[in-house]
C-alpha cells in the first residue's frame, strides 16, 4: 500500500508523455533526488482505448504511483478515458502547463476537479485554469538542468558563435502561417488579423477573444462559428503573429550592433541582406546553447506575446550557463530574480538599444550580474528545485493513502 503523507518518502511519480519533451529533465531531477519514477511513453501513435487503458492499469500494478505527472497535458487522451481510469484508481493526475493553456485546454474534456491539479508556468494563467474546470492550481515556472548549462561549456573552436550581441528565437513567421491556415478563417476575420495582432501586442488582454469582444464585437460571430479547434487556431495565429511584430521591434533595436540572430530561416525574410544582422541557422537546445551563450557578451532576450507576465526559458538557462542577459522586463520577473542585479533589464525597443551601449561598455557590470545570476539559479530555479514543488504540491492537495 501506499505510504502516508508525513514519512518523509517523496511520492513515486509516474511520468506519463506521448512526447519526450521536458520529461527528460524532470526524470533526470528525480534521479539526482533518489525520488522513484517510471516515464511511460505512449508514444506518437493512436492507441485505442482498450490498449490504452490495459497499458496504464499494468504500469500502475507494476509501479504502484502515487500520482501520474505530464507536461502540458501530453498522454492525456481527448476523449476523457485517463480522468475517468485515474479517477477509479484514486491516482491524482498532475499537468505542469509550460505553454499557453489556453490553446491546449480548450480540445480535452473538463477534469476530474477533485483528482487533477494543473501547474502553469504563468501566474496569469491560473484564472483560466478554474474557467477549465480545475479547483486544484498552482504556479510553477520554468526551472533549468544546471548541469547541463554550466560554464565551462563555451566551444572555444567555434568563432561563428562569437558574438557582442546574440539573439536566439524563432521568427514565428511560418508558425504563424500554419496555425492561420489551420482556421481557415472567414474573410472578416482574415482582414482584421493583422490588426487584431497588432492590438493583443499592444494591450493587457491574455486572450483575443477577450481583444476582439472590446475592439470588434462584430467579428466575434464569425469567430464563434469557426467551431473549438478552428477559434484555437486562430486565437494562436493572432498571438503569434503579435510575437513576430514584437520580436522584430526589438531584435531591430540591436542592428547597431552588429548582432548575430539564431533561428529559423523566417529570419531572412524580415532580417534582408545589408540590414547589419548576421544569421545563423538553428542550435540544438541541449548539444549546442549551453556553449553558444557564454560566446556573446550580451545574450538579447523577448519574451512571446502569449507571455504577458512570465518569463521564458532563456531567463534561466543563459544565467545558469554563467553568461549575461538583457530581457524585456516582465511582471513576474521580480519574483524570480532581482532585476538590475542579477540580470539586466529594457522597457522597450527604444530602451532596449540604450541598454546594449550600456552594458557593452561596462565588462565589469557584465561579470558581476552573470554571477549574481547564476547563484540566485542555483539556489532556487532548478529543476530539483521545481520537481521538489511538485512533490509539495501533491502532499498538500492528495494526502496518500495507508
Known amino acids: 500500500m501506499n505510504a502516508p503523507a508525513g514519512t518523509g518518502r517523496p511520492p513515486r511519480l509516474l511520468l506519463l508523455t506521448s512526447a519526450y519533451f521536458l520529461l527528460g529533465e524532470l526524470v533526470t531531477a528525480c534521479r539526482r533526488l533518489n525520488a522513484p519514477h517510471l516515464l511511460l511513453d505512449l508514444g506518437a501513435r ?9 497499458t496504464l492499469r499494468a504500469a500502475v500494478d507494476d509501479f504502484r ?9 501530453l498522454g492525456v487522451d481527448h476523449e476523457g478515458v485517463l480522468y475517468s481510469l485515474a479517477g477509479d484508481l484514486r491516482l491524482p493526475i498532475v499537468s505542469w502547463f509550460v505553454d499557453n493553456p489556453e490553446f491546449i485546454l480548450p480540445l480535452f474534456p473538463k477534469p476530474d476537479a477533485d483528482n487533477t491539479l494543473a501547474l502553469s508556468w504563468d501566474l496569469d494563467s491560473l484564472p483560466a485554469l478554474g474557467r477549465f474546470g480545475f479547483t486544484k492550481t498552482g504556479w510553477l515556472p520554468l526551472g533549468v538542468d544546471e548541469e547541463r548549462f554550466a560554464p565551462g561549456r563555451a566551444a572555444v573552436d567555434r568563432p561563428d558563435w562569437r558574438a557582442r550581441v546574440s539573439f536566439v528565437g524563432n521568427s514565428m513567421v511560418a508558425k504563424t502561417l500554419k496555425r492561420l491556415e489551420a482556421a481557415r478563417p472567414t474573410p472578416g476575420l482574415l482582414k482584421a488579423f493583422t490588426p487584431l ?18 475592439r470588434a464585437p462584430e467579428l466575434l460571430p464569425e469567430f464563434e462559428g469557426l467551431g473549438v479547434a478552428r477559434t484555437t487556431a486562430f486565437e494562436t ?19 547597431p550592433f552588429a548582432p548575430l540572430v539564431v533561428g529559423d530561416p523566417g529570419w531572412r525574410e524580415l532580417l534582408p541582406a545589408g540590414c547589419g544582422a ?23 532576450n523577448c519574451t512571446s506575446a502569449q507571455m504577458k507576465g512570465a518569463v521564458n526559458q532563456r531567463v534561466f538557462d543563459v544565467p545558469a550557463a554563467g553568461a549575461f542577459l538583457l530581457t524585456d522586463r516582465r511582471a513576474q520577473l521580480e519574483r524570480l530574480f532581482e532585476p538590475g542585479v542579477e540580470m539586466a533589464v529594457y522597457d522597450d525597443p527604444e530602451d532596449a538599444a540604450e541598454q546594449l551601449s550600456r552594458y557593452l561598455a561596462d565588462a565589469d ?4 550580474m552573470a554571477g549574481a545570476g547564476r547563484a540566485r539559479v542555483l539556489a532556487e530555479h532548478t529543476y530539483v528545485h521545481r520537481l521538489r514543488a511538485i512533490h509539495a504540491a501533491i502532499d498538500a492537495h492528495f494526502p496518500r493513502r495507508s
Open 46 to 54: 493512436e492507441m485505442d482505448a482498450a490498449t490504452f487503458v490495459s
Open 237 to 255: 495565429a493572432v498571438v503569434w503573429r503579435a510575437t513576430l511584430g514584437y520580436r522584430l521591434a526589438c531584435v531591430s533595436a540591436t542592428l
Open 365 to 368: 557590470a557584465r561579470r558581476r
Open 197 to 214: 495582432a497588432e492590438a493583443f501586442a499592444a494591450s493587457v488582454d491574455r486572450g483575443v477573444r477577450e481583444l476582439m469582444a472590446r
Open 65 to 73: 504511483p502515487d500520482a501520474i505527472l505530464t507536461v502540458n497535458h
Open 278 to 300: 548576421r544569421l545563423h541557422a538553428e542550435l540544438n537546445y541541449y548539444e549546442d546553447l549551453p556553449g553558444f551563450y557564454p560566446l556573446s557578451e550580451v545574450n538579447f
